[in-house]
């Protein structure tokens, strides 16, 4: 039997088990809107712009592991979408970019919205298709989900040409096959074990990659300290007492730094020592180091291995702990891991700013009012950072950021993705000033279908984590500092629920009233006079790092100017 474009794509969303499009529907696509209405299964969220479409099914898949697709017209919404693709590429969040194109039957020029976006898709986006006949509609839509679930995740771009929506077409809806399962290599294995073995102090330093894999018995094998990338935050619990810290570099606490200085090898799992997560290669990787990943092109880029697995992380790690010899309880390590965690704590519970809200007081007091199975999401800023330092998570999935790509707007739309995603979990947002100005208009979604997230704006007026670099190295700040808005007519006018939070003495009765709101099903803005007075671990590392990796006469004159600067002179 023939079956409209529409139904054929709807049929291999429905098989796929996506359950979530979101996107702003166009006239190429109306065909496909209309088979999505009539699905039991998939549901069309509409957005407010399609920047927000891609970061929310980005978070779809960090939260909930589930692949969910960004519905797009073709040229002006693929490019309003770009920045949540691009972000969910160098983050590796698996997305179905269900693009749309012009008609290809016609042989018709200067057709609407018509752009090469095979082209633009490319350099975001893991493959490219167009199905240029109907009969293949549904087998390139189960490939495309199939390759971006495909560790490393990405996301996989299809552009279905117009006139396929407006025609019926024969269609076989077999399952795909699937490749065969790489297999490890003996020989590395044994020679990652070999370096272990010899090892008296070894680290582990593992990504997100790396979830999944039985980590608490590896780093108990090896009485391993296990600092994570920002990425990996939560892979390995928190609360364990060989956790060390997201990071261990220049960017990281004293503390962290002293215990990887001790380290007599390193092994690496699912990481790429990316710009970000390395405080901008300002860590020194205790040698010999052992890098574990699936992709092998990730190997030696930034950082030299001595050894290296190409593998699953759950694989090799089960290869390891057949092999690995024990290495004896660290008593001493222990506690002195202990006593860096309570020291790094003892420093950030002191008076900030008067006036103001201490982020060390405020994000504890959030997980211990929302519970341990809260999802964080965080903004390109200075809140990312906060988070990251502060937070103390125990599995994978709990903080959503925007780490590699580090696009700003995220975190306000991937709070609705993963709300919508995981309705089971507490979900708060937050978003910079600066940020939530992107795509803060999307809480009229969340308002228009209910979904309770509780948005928290970092209130400071500054775009800070560029006007605080300015500060330090320039001794000005220019083009960084925000013009006022108020947010209580804002959240009036989308229909959300609004909270002041303006000093310390204030947290219990604005999270009361935060958590009241999420228990009716409804959304809530927060404006928070956010204390920025403590400088991030990682600001001071990477402004240090940036700045001993310059030639003298550089420095001397960055010196000068900025002091130079601050005297008035
Ligand atoms: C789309 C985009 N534009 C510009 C930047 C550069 N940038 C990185 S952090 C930042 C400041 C963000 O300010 P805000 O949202 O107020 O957060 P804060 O650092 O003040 O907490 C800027 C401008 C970016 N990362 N993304
Ligand atoms: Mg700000």
């Known amino acids: 039997m023939k079956e409209t474009g529409g139904r054929i794509v709807v049929r291999a969303l429905e098989d796929e088990g996506v359950q979530l499009a979101f996107g702003i529907p166009g006239t190429h696509n109306i065909e496909l809107y209309d088979a999505l209405a009539a699905s039991a299964t998939v549901r069309p969220v509409l957005v407010t712009d399609e920047q927000s479409a891609s970061f ?133 294995i044994q020679r990652a074990v070999e370096l272990l073995d010899a090892s008296r102090h070894p680290l582990l330093y593992l990504g997100l990659g790396a979830a999944h894999a039985d980590l608490v018995a590896l780093a108990e094998r090896l009485e391993a300290p296990v600092a994570t990338t920002f990425q990996g935050k939560g892979v390995f619990p928190e609360s364990h007492p060989l956790a060390l810290w997201p990071g261990f570099g220049e960017a990281a606490p004293p503390f962290a730094r002293q215990v990887a200085d001790r380290c007599d090898a390193t092994l690496a799992i699912g990481c790429r020592f990316g710009e970000v997560a390395t405080g901008s290669y300002g860590m020194a990787v205790p040698r010999p180091l052992v890098h574990v990943d699936v992709d092998a092109a990730v190997f030696g880029r930034n950082y030299p291995a001595d050894a290296t697995v190409t593998g699953d992380a759950s694989v090799v790690v089960r290869a390891l702990l057949e092999r690995l010899a024990a290495h004896p309880r660290d008593e001493a390590l222990r506690a002195q891991l202990h006593e860096g965690r309570e020291a790094v704590r003892r420093e950030r519970s002191g008076a900030g700013e008067a006036g103001r809200v201490s982020p060390f007081r405020l994000l504890p007091a959030l997980q211990e009012r929302f519970g341990p199975g809260t999802i964080f999401t ?39 993705g993963a709300a919508l995603a995981r309705p089971d979990c507490p979900v708060v947002a937050l978003a910079g000033d600066g940020a939530f100005l992107m795509t803060g208009l999307e809480l009229l979604t969340a308002a228009q279908r209910g979904v309770p997230v509780a948005v ?46 303006s000093h310390d003495a204030e947290i219990p009765a604005a999270l009361t009233r935060v958590a009241a709101t999420l228990a009716a099903g409804r959304p809530v803005l927060v404006d ?7 400088r991030t671990y990682f600001t001071r590392g990477v402004v240090k790092t940036t700045f001993l990796r310059l030639p003298w006469r550089d420095r001397l004159r960055f010196v000068a100017r900025a002091v130079g600067r601050k005297l008035g002179v």
């Not at 906060?386 to 903080?399: H, Q």
């Not at 500054?462 to 959240?491: N, W, Y």
């Open 378 to 416: 965080a903004d390109s800023g200075n809140g990312t950072f906060l988070a990251v330092e502060t937070l103390r998570l125990d599995e994978p999935g709990k903080l959503l950021a925007p780490v590699d790509y580090s696009c700003m707007g995220y975190a306000v739309p991937a709070a609705i």
């Open 56 to 188: 929310m099914a980005d978070a779809v898949w960090r939260a909930s592991g589930r692949l969910a697709c960004a519905n797009v017209v073709p040229g002006a919404g693929l490019t309003h979408a770009m920045s949540g693709i691009g972000e969910a590429y160098l983050d590796n969040a698996a997305m179905l970019v269900l693009g749309c194109g012009i008609r290809r039957d016609t042989g018709k020029a200067y057709q609407l919205h018509d752009v090469d976006q095979q082209t633009i898709a490319r350099p975001v986006t893991k493959a490219q298709f167009r199905p240029m006949d109907g009969q293949e509609l549904y087998a390139v839509i189960r490939e495309a989900c199939r390759l971006a679930r495909e560790t490393p995740a990405g996301p996989v771009f299809v552009e279905v040409p117009a006139n396929l929506y407006l025609t019926t077409h024969e269609c076989e809806y077999g399952a795909p096959s699937h490749p065969t399962p790489h297999t490890l290599h003996p020989a590395e």
């Open 528 to 534: 928070m006079a956010i204390d920025y007075s403590t």
């Open 456 to 501: 928290f704006v970092l209130n400071d007026g500054e775009l800070a984590q560029i006007a605080q670099f300015q500060d330090v190295a320039l001794g000005r700040k220019t083009a960084s500092v925000l013009p006022d808005l108020d947010l209580e007519a804002l959240a009036r006018a989308v229909g959300v629920e609004f909270v002041r939070l």
